[in-house]
């Protein structure tokens, strides 16, 4: 059962950066696509940032340009490191690890923007 714990929400001012790290259960991260998604109160969760396992990025056009996800197969770990954060950002993050027959998601952290 693939396991994965996010880290490095909390609160920053808008224009603070934050990088966040999705840890994975076993080698999960180096052999599914990997991604991050948001979701604020009252709304939809979103798509953020994927990587699929051959390192092709993917990002929403809202955070394209200021948001970066990276992974390190070795720490089986997946960052998204955020830039430029806006309180339109502020939102419950959690990360996904998918393949054709697994679907995986963590319980998320909370990311607040003060304006």
């Known amino acids: 059962q693939g396991q994965l714990v996010e880290s490095g929400g909390g609160l920053v001012q808008a224009g603070a950066s934050l990088r966040l790290s999705c840890a994975g259960s076993?080698?999960?991260?180096?052999?599914?696509?990997m991604g991050w998604y948001r979701q604020a109160p009252g709304k939809q969760r979103d798509l953020v940032a994927t990587?699929?396992?051959?390192?092709?990025?993917n990002y929403s056009d809202s955070v394209k340009g200021r948001f970066t996800i990276s992974r390190d197969n070795a720490k089986s770990t997946v960052y998204l490191q955020m830039n430029s954060l806006k309180p339109e950002d502020e939102a419950v993050y959690c990360c996904?690890?998918?393949?054709?027959?697994?679907?995986?998601w963590g319980q998320g952290t909370q990311v607040t923007v003060s304006s």
């Open positions: 996904r690890a998918w393949s054709i027959a697994r679907n995986y």
């Open positions: 076993g080698s999960i991260v180096g052999i599914y696509n």
């Open positions: 990587i699929t396992r051959g390192g092709t990025t």
